[in-house]
C-alpha cells in the first residue's frame, strides 16, 4: 500500500464534487437524480466566443502559451478591469491561470507561510479552506447567519485579527450564500484593515457579472486597499465557460511575478485555444450575456417562491451568483421516514435518497445549518425537483 504524504491524508475531498460522484453513481444505478449540487451553468458557451475558439485553430494556435498568458489576452483582462471595476494595471500585474481555482493556489503558495492565518468569513466557498491549509496556513472561521445575510460586519473582521493574520478571503457576490457587498459594506471592512498594514485580501470576483444588484463594487477602487488585494477572476461562470478553465488575477507587481515563478513550475500556461476565446469573451459587451443572467434571476424568484411554501426552509434573498442557502436547523433532531436527521448533511444526503435531489450541505462552506441549492438548472427541473423535496418532508 502507498504510504501517502500527510498533506493528501489530511486533505478534504471537495463536497461539490463528492456529492456530484454520487449522484452520477445513482444515476447509473437507474434512479432520476436531479442535479442542484454543481456551480455551472446549464447554458450552452456563447457562439461568439466558440468561434474565436475555432479561428485559432484554424490560425494554427497549438505551441506553449507564455507562462502568464497572451500579451493580448492580458490587454484585454486589463482593459476589462478599467471598464468595469475602475482599476488601473499593467500587464505586470496580471497572470493567466488554468482556472480560478489555480489562481487562488498560486497566490496562497507565494504568499503564506506556516501557521500564518487567513480569515474566512463563513459560509465561504468550499476550496478556500483546504488550499490554505495545503500552503501551510491556518484558515480562521468567521461564522455569519441569515439574519445578516451571510455577512460579515467590521467589528467581527476586527475581533479575528491577530497578530499572526496574514490574508482574509472572500467573494462577492457570494459562493455559496449569493450575497454581495454593497460599497458602502466593503468600505467599513476596509476602515478596519487600514489600521492592520500587514493583511492582504483575496476578493474573488469570479460571479461579478451575475449580479441582481445596482452595481458590483470591488475592494480594490479603495485606494488604500489597491497595493494590498488580489483580485481573482475568470470566465465560467458569466459566460458559462466552465470547462475551458481561463482565470486570472490582478495584483500587486510582486505577487504577480511570484505567482508566475510558481505557475512556471507546475502547470506552465494555460489552454491556447481557450485563452484565444477568452479575449473575444472579455473584449465583448455585457449585453451579449444578458440574457444568462435575466435567466438566472427569474429562477432565483421561482426558487425562492417554491421554497418559501415549505414549511421548515428559512431563505433570504441572494442578490448574485445562482445559489440559494437555506437553514434547514428546523428538521435537526427529527425522524423522516425513518431516517434521524442531525445535521446538515443527513439533510442533504436524506434529499438525495428520498426526493433523488442533489444538493450540498452547508458544512463544506463553513455552515453547518445550511445546504447549497445551485439554481443553474432548467425551470423545468427546478420545479420539479422542490416538488419532490417538499413531497418527501
Not at 44 to 72: C, H, L, Q, R
Not at 78 to 99: A, C
Not at 177 to 193: D, F, H, K, T
Request: charged letters at 20%; proline letters at 4%; a negative charge.
Amino acid at each position: 500500500m502507498a504510504l501517502l504524504s500527510e498533506r493528501v491524508l489530511n486533505m478534504s475531498t471537495s463536497a461539490t464534487l463528492a456529492m456530484a460522484a454520487k449522484a452520477r453513481e445513482l444515476r447509473n444505478e437507474g434512479k432520476n437524480i436531479i442535479g442542484l449540487s454543481l456551480g455551472e451553468p446549464d447554458f450552452n458557451t456563447p457562439e461568439f466566443i466558440k468561434e474565436a475558439a475555432i479561428k485559432a485553430i484554424n490560425d494554427n494556435y497549438n505551441s506553449y502559451t507564455p507562462v502568464d498568458g497572451y500579451a493580448e489576452l492580458k490587454e484585454a483582462i486589463i482593459h476589462k478591469f478599467q471598464r468595469d471595476n475602475q482599476l488601473t494595471y499593467e500587464p505586470s500585474q496580471i497572470v493567466v491561470s488554468t482556472g480560478a481555482k489555480q489562481s487562488l493556489a498560486n497566490v496562497a503558495m507565494v504568499l503564506l507561510n506556516d501557521g500564518d492565518e487567513v480569515i474566512l468569513p463563513a459560509p465561504f466557498w468550499v476550496s478556500y479552506s483546504d488550499i490554505v491549509k495545503l500552503a501551510e496556513g491556518v484558515p480562521v472561521q468567521v461564522a455569519t447567519s441569515i439574519e445578516t445575510d451571510f455577512k460579515m460586519t467590521p467589528a467581527q473582521l476586527e475581533a479575528a485579527i491577530t497578530p499572526k493574520t496574514k490574508m482574509i478571503w472572500f467573494s462577492s457576490p457570494c459562493n455559496p450564500s449569493g450575497s454581495v457587498y454593497s460599497e458602502e459594506e466593503l468600505r467599513a471592512l476596509a476602515e478596519v484593515l487600514e489600521k492592520h498594514p500587514n493583511i492582504y485580501i483575496v476578493s474573488d470576483e469570479i460571479y461579478e457579472h451575475i449580479n441582481f444588484t445596482s452595481e458590483h463594487f470591488s475592494i480594490a477602487r479603495i485606494p488604500s486597499m489597491y497595493d494590498r488585494t488580489i483580485t481573482v477572476n475568470g470566465v465560467s461562470k458569466a459566460f458559462a465557460m466552465t470547462g475551458w478553465r481561463i482565470g486570472y488575477i490582478g495584483a500587486p507587481t510582486a505577487i504577480a511575478r511570484a505567482c508566475n515563478k510558481i505557475q512556471g513550475q507546475i502547470t506552465s500556461g494555460a489552454n491556447c485555444i481557450a485563452q484565444r476565446a477568452t479575449i473575444a469573451a472579455l473584449e465583448a459587451s455585457k449585453d451579449k450575456i444578458q440574457y444568462m443572467i435575466d435567466e438566472f434571476l427569474k429562477r432565483r424568484d421561482i426558487v425562492l417562491g417554491l421554497l418559501n411554501e415549505i414549511e421548515g426552509f428559512k431563505v433570504n434573498i441572494p442578490e448574485g451568483a445562482f445559489y440559494v442557502f437555506p437553514d434547514v436547523s428546523h428538521f435537526f433532531g427529527k425522524t423522516l421516514r425513518g431516517k434521524t436527521i442531525n445535521n446538515a448533511t443527513d439533510f442533504s444526503l436524506y434529499l438525495l435518497d428520498e426526493a433523488l435531489v442533489a444538493t450540498v450541505t452547508g458544512d463544506a462552506f463553513g455552515n453547518p445549518n445550511c445546504i447549497r441549492i445551485s439554481y443553474a438548472a432548467s425551470e423545468e427541473q427546478l420545479r420539479a425537483a422542490i416538488k419532490q423535496i417538499k413531497e418527501v418532508l
